[in-house]
């Protein structure tokens, strides 16, 4: 078996919330990202849902170390992301990269397509000289499927799928070995969605690529994922294969995101029990006691109050983290 390329332990990521004008009082903590543990593989993708405000774009910060953590270790290729300095963190710049969702924002609308997508190579000098670039940028241009000859062209003049190939070039540039793809289709029309997740899965085999895949959907990560985790209020409550999320969810809540998927087969769509989520997320400042879940379960029983359920080993083989789910059957 190969090492991880990302492996990530007992991820706590607090934000203080401060109050008064002159003395500032922190009055309490949003509870972001709460004890978050996974591994990624090289070349796979993980996928990472759950509502808004879960935590998945602060567990992204983080790993880029765009935000620092509260606690707990991440490593990529064994060395400690939170440890590096200088050099060291440089290169982590190079080897993970971000792609962001808003492909309306995530632009600078002053700078030439061409200027967006060479501007790491001004940082990383090493990557392209100077008299390299402008072939390199073309080139990437065509590998995401734009025309090379649009280099001089503004971020308005391209459609919102041609500006997350953009974002999705720029992300190439450094050749990394690891992409965070914080919601890239989320703000697309459907049909142009299924462009980009072509070209994602594209670019994954040409290059070697792992990513951490992040959506608030179920049906936008499948064909993608080879592991799902799915987030509740900053922590992972249900992890496994594509096929054990699909096929056999044993959480409630990833019951319930599932019941949301459409059914392309009216044969199905008939068979299939809808499960509606009451209420809304509770907050992250205040969570829930014991199963952060509860308070929306139609299974809690007052165990789900008392004890928080460990993220354990059931059926299947994958984790969750519920005190009804089914146990693991031991095979003797
Ligand atoms: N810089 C910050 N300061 C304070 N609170 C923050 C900060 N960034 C995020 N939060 C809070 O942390 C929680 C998690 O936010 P986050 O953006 O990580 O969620 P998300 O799962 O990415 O949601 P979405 O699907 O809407 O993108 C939210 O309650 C959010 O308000
Ligand atoms: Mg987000």
């Given at each position: 078996m190969s090492e991880p390329i990302l492996r990530v332990e007992n991820l706590v990521k607090y934000f203080p919330v401060r109050t008064g004008i002159l003395v500032k009082r922190?009055?309490?903590?949003?509870?972001?990202?709460?004890g978050v543990s996974f591994d990624l593989m090289p070349g796979e993708t993980l996928g990472v849902v759950g509502e808004s405000g879960c935590g998945k774009s602060t567990l992204a910060q983080v790993l880029m170390r765009l935000e620092e953590p509260t606690s707990g270790l991440a490593t990529f290729e064994g060395r400690d992301i939170f440890a590096l300095r200088g050099s060291g963190l440089r290169k982590l710049r190079r080897e993970i990269q971000i792609v962001l969702q808003d492909p309306y924002t995530s632009?600078?609308?002053?700078?030439?397509v061409g200027d967006i997508v060479g501007e790491p190579f001004e940082i990383h000098t090493e990557v392209a000289p100077k008299g390299s670039r402008a072939a390199k940028v073309r080139e990437l241009l065509d590998v995401v499927g734009?025309?090379?000859?649009?280099?001089?062209?503004?971020?308005?003049?391209?459609s919102g799928g041609q500006r997350q190939r953009i974002g999705i070039a720029r992300a190439l540039a450094l050749r990394p070995k690891v992409i965070i793809c914080?919601?890239?289709?989320?703000?697309?029309?459907v049909s142009i969605q299924a462009q980009v997740m072509n070209l994602l899965g594209e670019l994954q085999k040409e290059f070697g690529l792992s990513y951490v895949f992040i959506a608030h959907d179920l049906s936008v990560v499948r064909h993608l994922s080879t592991r799902v985790a799915v987030m509740y209020l900053g922590k992972i409550v249900e992890m496994g294969t594509e096929e054990e999320i699909y096929e056999?969810?044993?959480?409630p809540y990833t019951q319930a995101l599932l019941s949301a998927v459409p059914v392309a087969d009216p044969a199905l769509r008939g068979q299939r029990q809808v499960i509606r989520l009451e209420?809304?997320?509770?907050?992250p400042l205040d969570p829930p006691s014991g199963c952060r879940f509860r308070t929306r379960?139609?299974?809690?029983?007052?165990i789900c109050a008392e004890q928080e359920p460990e993220l354990i080993t059931r059926a299947g083989g994958h984790l969750s983290a519920c005190h009804f789910a089914e146990e693991k059957t031991v095979v003797p």
């Open positions: 922190t009055i309490g903590h949003v509870k972001a990202v709460d632009l600078n609308p002053r700078m030439t734009l025309n090379p000859e649009h280099i001089n062209r503004y971020p308005h003049q391209f914080d919601e890239p289709v989320s703000a697309l029309d056999h969810p044993s959480h209420g809304d997320v509770p907050s379960c139609w299974k809690a029983q007052d």
